[in-house]
């Protein structure tokens, strides 16, 4: 078992910056990526950035190339998701998740998930 724990979510303007972090405890597992993924009102869930465990390789999805910015500590076992330019179509509650699976963009291959965090983007 694989525990997720999400905190730094808010609320914040259009144009501010949110870190969030995600803090891994349990079972730990090579070969595998940790995920942000991220649901918004009346809408599925959706991928946003993975990082590989292995060789810290980091994927996003375009619409947060050049905003966000996926890294780890390994020493922490903890994950982040540093969020500039943040726009209101970003508002929607963040989850860490963990996967054994290479098509880390899809939601359904995520085996654990934290329980998530929201985050409000104001205009």
């Known amino acids: 078992q694989v525990q997720l724990v999400e905190s730094g979510g808010g609320l914040v303007q259009a144009g501010g910056s949110l870190r969030l972090s995600c803090a891994a405890s349990?079972?730990?597992?090579?070969?595998?990526?940790m995920g942000w993924l991220r649901q918004a009102p009346g809408k599925a869930r959706e991928f946003v950035a993975a990082i590989s465990w292995s060789d810290s390789r980091t994927y996003y999805r375009d619409s947060v190339k050049g905003r966000f910015t996926i890294s780890r500590e390994n020493a922490k076992n903890t994950v982040y998701l540093q969020m500039n330019s943040l726009k209101p179509e970003d508002t929607a509650v963040y989850y860490c998740?963990?996967?054994?699976?290479?098509?880390?963009?899809?939601?359904?291959?995520?085996?654990?998930w934290g329980q998530g965090t929201q985050v409000t983007v104001s205009s």
């Open positions: 998740a963990a996967t054994r699976s290479y098509y880390y963009s899809n939601p359904t291959n995520y085996s654990y």
């Open positions: 349990g079972r730990t597992f090579s070969r595998s990526f």
